[in-house]
């Protein structure tokens, strides 16, 4: 793909996912997109057949971006497992405290997507979400947890949980109460082998 062809679909990728972000799948239009990226209409269908392609792509490269991130974070622990689950819910915390925050863009636009199991958003989101939680499993696992697939899939929940009611109700003392039931969590399981991350 020629050099400004790419640019264009980067630019038109960053304006869909403020859009999206903002105002959710099915209240957006690929006229207000378009309008974002500063292009016709034309040119946006020459990069993507459909809006339901569109927001595959946006969630395919907000996916790597998080992945990325997340991987990056999970090097960086050090610890005791519950110094790591508390670094992880801090980190959390942080996140929900930006300005405008609004949640996982995933859940949220798989929550929308309800009714609609076969489309590619729900694939991806459901995805990235199980990544993750690998992801963190493997991490525990370096911690010397024992189980720490069930137990990443239980802190995971915990994540999850806080995200959705911190969303709701706007009180992140959710997001601190999540955390320190997942350090309790955490606690009670017994160590593997050594309960200090390695590196």
Not at 125 to 136: Q, V
Request: no cysteine.
């Amino acid at each position: 793909m020629p050099r400004s062809a790419q640019a264009t679909r980067e630019r038109i990728l960053k304006s869909a996912y403020v859009q999206f972000r903002r105002q959710g799948f099915t209240r957006i239009g690929v006229d207000e997109i378009a309008a974002a990226a500063k292009i016709t209409k034309r040119t946006l269908y020459y990069h993507f057949r459909s809006k339901d392609d569109l927001l595959a792509a946006v969630l395919e490269a907000q996916h790597e971006m998080a992945l990325q991130a997340f991987r990056t974070f999970g090097d960086g622990l050090a610890g005791s497992p519950e110094e790591i689950v508390g670094a992880l819910f801090s980190q959390l915390s942080a996140w929900m405290a930006k300005p405008y925050w609004n949640g996982s863009g995933f859940t949220r636009l798989a929550m929308e997507l309800a009714d609609m199991p076969g489309h590619p958003a729900r694939k991806i989101a459901k995805r990235h979400k199980a990544i993750l939680e690998s992801n963190l499993a493997d991490i525990l696992a370096r911690a010397g947890v024992d189980a720490p697939r069930e137990r990443a899939r239980e802190v995971w929940l915990l994540s999850e949980g806080a995200i959705s009611l911190v969303l709701i109700n706007g009180d992140r003392s959710y997001a601190v109460a999540a955390g320190e039931a997942a350090r309790r969590l955490i606690a009670t399981a017994r160590p593997r082998t050594s309960p200090r991350l390695r590196h």
